[in-house]
């Protein structure tokens, strides 16, 4: 029986919707500077709307649950909460660098990817992160091991992390972009993918479905890295 699965994220500038619905893949993506809350339903109805089928008859749900801007990460997981617990769903979370790691993948064959979202403040959101094949029930996949566990560091930190390591990289995410640090410096492989993309998520999150890695909608927590960073919990949890 083939897996349906309904993938979102708002936790950046972009706000995107994906649906894996028999074997095939949908998608949309816009950008939606403060606008999320107004446009990721329409686009989550839109996309079902598309394939004929209603929230009810996915699988799972899956989700950005971060790094990203405070306000994005949390109205993912808020639309992630509220559409899980209205329909009964189990839920996937994806990180949005691991996802920006798979479109790498997917669209330049990286095995090796430098991920980075400029997390303002003088920060970015950081990880490395090396592909490995696995197979599950006569299917390959890819899963993501962390070489640099996923922080918020100074561009300087980063660069004495990606010193240490050997090989090549390709780099993604905005962050390479927004610092002096990165741009005055002489750094190989810097890839077009900026933001991170619902649609990459899906190829993440089926090995997880099918292995049932999932959790329920009232375990559903943002991962915004910053310490600092205080939030109300969400509803239903204590």
Request: proline residues 4%; charged residues 20%.
């Amino acid at each position: 029986m083939m897996t349906t699965l309904l993938a979102l994220d708002t936790s950046t500038e972009a706000c995107s919707v994906a649906l894996l619905h028999k074997g095939e893949k949908i998608h949309l993506d816009e950008m939606a500077q403060r606008t999320h809350t107004k446009r990721i339903l329409p686009m989550i109805d839109e996309i079902l709307a598309q394939a004929g089928i209603g929230l009810a008859q996915t699988d799972a749900l899956v989700f950005g649950r971060g790094p990203g801007s405070f306000t994005g990460v949390r109205v993912g997981a808020g639309i992630a909460q509220g559409l899980a617990l209205g329909a009964d769903l189990p839920v996937i979370p994806i990180s949005n660098l691991t996802a920006m790691a798979q479109q790498g993948y997917e669209t330049c064959g990286a095995e090796r990817v430098l991920c980075a979202i400029d997390a303002r403040m003088n920060e970015v959101y950081f990880s490395g992160l090396q592909a490995e094949k696995v197979r599950w029930e006569n299917e390959e996949f890819i899963q993501w091991r962390a070489i640099i566990e996923e922080k918020v560091c100074r561009p300087q930190q980063a660069i004495e992390l990606i010193d240490s390591l050997q090989g090549d990289f390709l780099r993604v995410g905005t962050g390479w972009n927004a610092y002096t640090e990165f741009t005055q410096r002489e750094l190989d492989n810097r890839s077009a993918i900026e933001l991170p993309s619902a649609q990459y998520m899906l190829s993440l999150a089926l090995p997880l479905y099918r292995q049932k890695q999932w959790i329920s909608a009232v375990e559903i927590e943002p991962v915004y890295l910053r310490n600092e960073v205080t939030w109300k919990k969400l509803p239903g949890r204590e």
